[in-house]
């Protein structure tokens, strides 16, 4: 009898089978999303093939910071952020508030957000975006924790917010940066660190971040796939169902290297130690019998 074909998604074609040179932490990735439900496991199982072995689920309303750290419990080398999206920040009230400070309290829990603001779509107005934002600072500043931030068309706002906070904060990610010069120098100059995608790998609308991301200090730069969004558009290979996965963050690292004129294995290693520094993760066990390198 015939084996059964397996899901669409299951196996990446052998083109998109990448392996880093050294061990990577993504930032940003998605797995609460419903199109992982039936695959999960071997989505896990191919990242760390890739060499991700370190994955930080976005939590980005209660629903799902709780499923987030869910996961975080099930899989090791798995972690949490909790917040409230600025496209759900009408939804803000105090219940959530005291539901968010819990979370927060969780030791899977290693960031605030997703936060933060959005005026390019205004799913939520400006104001109550806003009045979302302020308070995930305060909830920022009271427990300690990084600030896992996303902003859209609102640089100039969103850099006056965390200017007034900034002393009571402890350390912040622009994470999925997109926008220009001038945005990311303001972001620098108040010591925030930088998430890159492969939004850097979209030749219509992500070509100016080539020649942006020399800018970033080695020691501000993170990577995220941000999956399952934001497919690089110049993979090798197409991928049926269009459906982003975290072991194909080496591609975006590749990427982002050959733009900043580093080896793929030093930016590997230094945006992996960044990001453990960042989140205050631990060092992923060693598989047995694995050997010191």
């Known amino acids: 009898m015939a084996d059964a074909t397996?899901?669409?998604?299951?196996?990446?074609?052998?083109?998109?089978?990448?392996?880093?040179?050294?061990?990577?932490?993504?930032?940003?990735?998605?797995?609460?999303?419903?199109?992982?439900a039936r695959d999960l496991e071997a989505t896990?199982?191919?990242?760390?093939?890739?060499?991700?072995?370190?994955?930080?689920?976005?939590?980005?309303?209660?629903?799902?910071?709780?499923?987030?750290?869910?996961?975080?419990?099930?899989?090791?080398?798995?972690?949490?952020?909790?917040?409230?999206?600025?496209?759900?920040a009408s939804r803000w009230d105090a219940q959530l508030e005291a539901a968010m400070r819990e979370l927060h309290r969780q030791p899977e829990v290693v960031s605030v957000g997703e936060c933060g603001l959005d005026f390019n779509r205004n799913f939520?107005?400006?104001?109550?975006?806003?009045?979302?934002?302020?308070?995930?600072?305060?909830?920022?500043?009271?427990?300690?924790?990084?600030?896992?931030?996303h902003e859209r068309d609102a640089g100039p706002r969103m850099r006056e917010m965390l200017h007034a906070w900034r002393d009571d904060i402890s350390?912040?990610?622009?994470?999925?940066?997109?926008?220009?010069?001038?945005?990311?120098?303001?972001?620098l100059d108040l010591d925030l660190h930088i998430g890159?995608?492969?939004?850097?790998?979209?030749?219509?609308?992500?070509?100016?971040?080539?020649?942006?991301?020399?800018?970033?200090p080695a020691e501000r730069l993170m990577v995220e796939t941000d999956c399952p969004y934001l497919l690089p558009r110049n993979l090798p290979a197409k991928l049926k169902g269009r459906r982003h996965e975290p072991a194909l963050l080496p591609w975006i690292v590749r990427e982002i290297a050959h733009w900043r004129g580093d080896t793929e294995a030093d930016l590997a290693r230094t945006t992996t130690a960044t990001a453990r520094a960042f989140f205050g993760l631990d060092e992923p066990a060693r598989e047995e019998g694995q050997q010191n390198g």
Request: a negative charge; glycine letters at 8%.
């Open 44 to 88: 896990i199982q191919r990242a760390r093939a890739a060499g991700v072995d370190t994955l930080i689920l976005t939590g980005t309303d209660r629903e799902h910071a709780e499923q987030a750290v869910t996961l975080a419990r099930r899989y090791p080398g798995l972690y949490a952020t909790a917040g409230v999206h600025p496209h759900d």
């Open 124 to 149: 939520s107005t400006p104001a109550e975006q806003q009045h979302a934002f302020e308070a995930q600072l305060a909830l920022a500043a009271e427990s300690g924790l990084p600030l896992f931030l």
């Open 171 to 187: 350390k912040a990610v622009v994470h999925c940066f997109t926008a220009d010069r001038d945005t990311l120098y303001g972001y």
């Open 6 to 36: 397996p899901p669409f998604d299951d196996v990446l074609p052998e083109a998109l089978r990448f392996c880093s040179p050294a061990p990577l932490v993504d930032i940003g990735a998605n797995l609460t999303h419903e199109s992982f």
């Open 196 to 216: 890159l995608t492969g939004w850097l790998c979209d030749e219509r609308r992500g070509h100016h971040l080539r020649e942006l991301v020399g800018a970033i």
